[in-house]
């Protein structure tokens, strides 16, 4: 039986390796994100995604600045608690 020849593949370089992890945080946010209720849901994804100013978030979901303001909050934090959840994330440093 032959052995199969096993390339040995290249070392990603710390910038490939922070973008991967980005990459892999941004799918798994982006999942969660969809997981919120709606208001919520809405409101990140307007705010964090789509890059709408909260003066112009606040007239889209019809209610005032600083509603506006502590719903993206609210959502960043609901997002927070379920990546704490779901994931055991390990940094160096």
């Known amino acids: 039986r032959k052995k199969?020849?096993?390339?040995?593949?290249?070392?990603?370089t710390e910038t490939?390796?922070?973008?991967?992890?980005?990459?892999?945080?941004?799918?798994?946010?982006q999942q969660l994100m969809h997981t919120l209720?709606?208001?919520?849901?809405?409101?990140?994804?307007?705010?964090?995604v789509d890059q709408v100013p909260q003066k112009?978030?606040?007239?889209?979901?019809?209610?005032?600045y600083s509603g506006a303001k502590s719903r993206v909050q609210r959502a960043r934090q609901m997002l927070?608690?379920?990546m704490t959840a779901l994931y055991h994330i390990r940094t160096d440093g």
Not at 7 to 12: F, I, M, N, R
Not at 16 to 29: A, I
């Open 4 to 12: 199969k020849k096993v390339l040995d593949e290249p070392a990603l």
């Open 16 to 29: 490939e390796e922070y973008n991967l992890f980005n990459d892999c945080v941004f799918r798994c946010l």
């Open 37 to 48: 209720p709606s208001p919520y849901r809405e409101a990140i994804l307007l705010a964090e």
């Open 56 to 64: 112009e978030l606040a007239v889209r979901l019809g209610i005032s």
């Open 80 to 82: 927070k608690e379920k």
